[in-house]
């Protein structure tokens, strides 16, 4: 990774803004199902088009593995984007969705950007030089205990389809201070901010969290999924500050 890495995914993902921004809350936006039944936007196509033609401009020899166009292959560098994270808040107008840009690099990611520009931040990080957002440095919580923990949860329809269903998180959420449902990056970038302690995801894809990922473990956090492998493509993944990891995956982690 070098400094033009990060300064590329972080013009990508302004790149990636304006097409997104633009649609955003418009009344002629076009969305589809896909065969999953999520949503895709013409601006989840459109985003990610322009950042595919970018990187082949800027880096021909790398990957590119996205959300809506698939993977052009095995490479030593992959770059991992979801032109829309939280699409479905952009379809019905919640501010709290994001372009998301990794680079990896021999199976590690090196570079993350996480860009909410209807939320006015932008998140990133580099491997071994801190986690940021809008150019102030971030670190996770200092939280010990779960009774004073801030936990973070996306879509309970997910975690009722999981085995054991809901009753694991509803026992973590008694054990924690407080809980609520942000979802998607929101509730990665406020555990890497200190604002939450702990963040559940019952089903994701690699794009969904490998910025996401970078930006929590740079910023002094633990990102695995529930089985507690620091890996990106288990399916579901649980962010920390680190301290709780362990308390968390005892009971909701998968054995
Ligand atoms: C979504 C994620 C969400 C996850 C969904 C989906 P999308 O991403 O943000 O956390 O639960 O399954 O993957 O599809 O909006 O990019």
Not at 70 to 90: F, V
Not at 225 to 235: I, N, P, V
Request: aromatic share 6%; charged share 25%; proline share 3%.
């Amino acid at each position: 990774m070098s400094d033009d890495d990060l300064t590329l995914a972080l013009e990508l993902a302004a790149a990636a803004d304006e097409v997104t921004l633009r649609r955003f809350r418009a009344h002629d936006l076009a969305v589809e199902r896909k065969p999953d039944l999520t949503h895709v936007t013409e601006a989840d196509r459109a985003a990610e088009a322009l950042l595919r033609d970018r990187l082949a401009a800027a880096r021909p020899a790398d990957a590119v593995c996205g959300e809506e166009f698939g993977d052009t292959g095995p490479a030593r560098r992959r770059w991992i984007i979801d032109p829309i994270d939280g699409t479905a808040n952009y379809v019905r107008g919640v501010p709290v969705w994001a372009t998301l840009v990794a680079l990896e690099e021999d199976g590690e990611v090196s570079v993350g950007v996480v860009s909410a520009p209807a939320l006015g931040h932008t998140w990133w990080a580099a491997r071994g030089r801190g986690a940021f957002c809008d150019g102030r440095r971030i670190r996770t919580s200092a939280v010990t205990d779960l009774a004073d923990a801030h936990l973070g949860y996306a879509e309970l329809g997910a975690w009722g389809r999981r085995p054991g269903g809901v009753d694991g998180l509803l026992r973590l959420a008694g054990r924690c201070w407080r809980s609520r449902g942000f979802g998607d990056f929101w509730q990665h970038m406020l555990v890497a901010e200190g604002a939450l302690d702990v963040a559940l995801e019952p089903m994701i894809a690699v794009w969904d969290v490998a910025a996401v990922a970078v930006v929590v473990t740079e910023a002094g956090g633990r990102f695995t999924d529930l089985a507690g492998e620091a890996r990106l493509d288990g399916g579901d993944a649980i962010s920390s500050n680190g301290h709780l990891h362990q308390a968390v995956l005892e009971i909701v982690g998968r054995r």
